[in-house]
């Protein structure tokens, strides 16, 4: 192979760094101009988020200490508990267990075998597991919905709030006033309702809920 086709093998290498690297520039231009102009936006997203993990392990957690103390495993419409069973044992008992049972093919402890050979044998109450060392223990954990909105229309009922008139601008400038103010609705829904426009929400449920009330009354 000629040194000129591994030259321009080469260059081509070049070109395609270069237009990578051009395109990485921009891509980071145009992001940092997109952070500056949804600063607010980003800001609720990250709010958002912390706050959605926070309530969802509130009610995780609520749901595990209601089947605790009555077995109930569906609570309510779109939170369930689900039982789990991990396999526990000691370490250095099973260790040893292993060792006097060299046809087990455990001479040198596994613990992710271990753990999974010990769940099947007692799942299915092997007798040659029968004397192995640890127990199954109950893991209850609580899994929500994936889509809350089949049981709270919460979000048709946002949606009707901020809609946007549906009048046709008379002018570029009504237009322009008619943008801006759907930016203002736009930053208004994402960085947070207000507590008046969450119980208008609230009110708009076809059942009753009382925003004031004590969110641990229930449990």
Known sequence: MSTIYLTNELLDV????TLLAEAKALLARRQARFEEENTALLQAMKD????LAEAEARVKAHAVEHYEATGEKKPC????V???HLPTYDKINATQWAQDHPEKGLLVLDEALYKKLLKVARENKLPDWADAPGEL?????????????????????AKALYAP????????AEAEAAEADQDHIDEQKWSGLIASETNEIRR???????????????W
């Open 204 to 218: 708009g449920l076809p059942f009753a809920v009382d925003s004031d009330s004590d969110s641990e009354a229930g």
């Open 165 to 172: 008139e549906d009048e046709e601008p008379a002018n570029d």
């Open 14 to 17: 070049a070109v395609l760094r």
């Open 48 to 51: 958002r988020t912390a706050a």
């Open 77 to 80: 419409d779109g939170l369930e």
């Open 137 to 157: 223990v109950e893991d209850p954990r609580a899994q929500i919905a994936s889509d809350l909105n089949k049981i709270f229309p919460i979000e048709e009922i």
């Open 82 to 84: 689900k039982l789990y």
